[in-house]
């Protein structure tokens, strides 16, 4: 996309009428690439503001500056100051004999209960027990599809029947109050020994009063060491609503001085997007949390960290 601005040789000092035709071409780059609008905008702004007045020695082209800059704060945006390191987390838990929970949430159709059992096929690859909450209380077929998993996992890890279980659900069925079950099933895994409890919630869309206070009552009364975001990579405009909106409503419905809001993210269906990757950006640039994990395929083992220099690279592509 570059090669157009080679002729584009940059004085000593960069100005905002030198900048302008290459921050255009920039902006419009990232929003082909999925990146929300309204951040690419900002984004350029941002790094316009940066590059105004400054003084160079030399450079080949306006282009080539602009492209670092662009690249230097795009990797800033995905290094967030906070960082999830769950298997640390989890042994911390352990030596407070207590296990770890973790919260996923979501929208409809994202891949929440797929992703979830992603991650307890890598905890247990981990050697941990592993607990599965069955909490979305609404959805026919909810915990069916939980406990096909399970058995799944089970089957993939050779579990033997005379062991104790090195994962389990447990459910109460349909139509309870998911703050109750997800309460159950951390008292259990406590009982029993599970390292980590993971609960799945039912997806639900951002406008959805009743079900955003639902979620909050979950998150507030059981208080996870971690709520992960299930969201899809094909979205670009409208994950920036996601999670604005959740993150709203689990201030807003806490009534808490200190509300509970999203941790982390799970980016689903990142194998789908190509080098279109600019939902990576949207999500951490709203919420300054990091991406935890991205969804690479439809195994359990197809589950990965997010290389933040590749992902920088697909974006300048």
């Given at each position: 996309?570059?090669?157009f601005?080679?002729?584009?040789?940059?004085?000593?000092k960069?100005?905002?009428?030198?900048?302008?035709?290459?921050?255009?071409?920039?902006?419009?780059?990232?929003?082909?690439?999925?990146?929300?609008?309204?951040?690419?905008?900002?984004?350029?702004?941002?790094?316009?503001e940066?590059?105004?007045?400054?003084?160079?020695?030399?450079?080949?082209?306006?282009?080539t500056?602009?492209?670092?800059?662009?690249?230097?704060?795009?990797?800033?945006?995905?290094?967030?100051?906070?960082?999830?390191?769950?298997?640390r987390?989890?042994?911390?838990a352990?030596r407070?004999?207590?296990?770890y929970?973790?919260?996923?949430?979501?929208?409809?159709?994202?891949?929440?209960?797929?992703?979830?059992?992603?991650?307890?096929?890598?905890?247990?690859?981990?050697?941990?027990?592993?607990?599965?909450?069955?909490?979305?209380?609404?959805?026919?077929g909810?915990?069916?599809?939980?406990?096909?998993?399970?058995?799944?996992?089970?089957?993939?890890?050779?579990?033997?029947?005379?062991?104790?279980?090195?994962?389990?659900?447990?459910?109460?069925?349909?139509?309870?109050?998911?703050?109750?079950?997800?309460?159950?099933?951390?008292?259990?895994?406590?009982?029993?020994?599970?390292?980590?409890?993971l609960?799945?919630?039912?997806?639900?869309?951002?406008?959805?009063?009743?079900?955003?206070?639902?979620?909050?009552?979950?998150?507030?009364?059981?208080?996870?060491?971690?709520?992960?975001f299930?969201?899809?990579?094909?979205?670009?405009?409208?994950?920036?609503?996601?999670?604005?909106?959740?993150?709203?409503?689990l201030?807003?419905?806490?009534?808490?001085?200190?509300?509970?809001?999203?941790?982390?993210?799970?980016?689903?269906?990142?194998?789908?997007?190509?080098?279109?990757?600019g939902?990576?950006?949207?999500?951490?640039?709203?919420?300054?949390?990091?991406?935890?994990?991205?969804?690479?395929?439809?195994?359990?083992?197809?589950?990965?960290?997010?290389?933040?220099?590749?992902?920088v690279?697909?974006?300048?592509?």
């Amino acid at each position: 996309m570059f090669s157009f601005f080679s002729s584009l040789t940059g004085s000593t000092k960069l100005t905002r009428e030198a900048l302008a035709p290459v921050m255009a071409k920039m902006r419009l780059h990232l929003i082909e690439k999925n990146v929300a609008q309204n951040i690419a905008e900002k984004l350029c702004e941002s790094v316009e503001e940066q590059l105004v007045g400054t003084e160079k020695s030399s450079f080949s082209s306006i282009a080539t500056v602009v492209r670092q800059a662009i690249s230097d704060a795009l990797t800033r945006i995905l290094t967030p100051k906070r960082q999830v390191n769950i298997l640390r987390d989890v042994r911390e838990a352990q030596r407070q004999q207590r296990p770890y929970v973790i919260t996923f949430c979501g929208v409809n159709g994202v891949g929440k209960s797929t992703n979830l059992s992603k991650i307890a096929f890598w905890l247990l690859s981990n050697n941990m027990r592993v607990l599965i909450a069955a909490c979305d209380t609404f959805r026919s077929g909810a915990v069916e599809q939980l406990k096909t998993h399970c058995t799944k996992l089970r089957n993939m890890l050779q579990q033997d029947d005379q062991q104790a279980p090195i994962v389990s659900i447990f459910d109460q069925g349909y139509g309870k109050d998911d703050a109750g079950v997800a309460a159950l099933a951390i008292s259990l895994a406590k009982t029993e020994g599970y390292d980590v409890v993971l609960v799945d919630t039912a997806g639900r869309m951002q406008d959805n009063e009743p079900l955003m206070r639902s979620l909050t009552k979950l998150i507030k009364h059981n208080k996870p060491d971690l709520v992960l975001f299930v969201g899809e990579a094909l979205v670009g405009n409208e994950a920036v609503d996601q999670l604005t909106k959740f993150n709203k409503a689990l201030q807003d419905f806490s009534e808490s001085s200190q509300p509970r809001t999203l941790d982390g993210i799970v980016l689903s269906k990142f194998d789908t997007v190509d080098d279109k990757v600019g939902s990576a950006i949207s999500m951490t640039y709203i919420t300054g949390q990091p991406i935890v994990f991205v969804g690479t395929g439809q195994d359990y083992y197809d589950l990965k960290t997010l290389n933040v220099e590749s992902v920088v690279q697909a974006l300048l592509k």
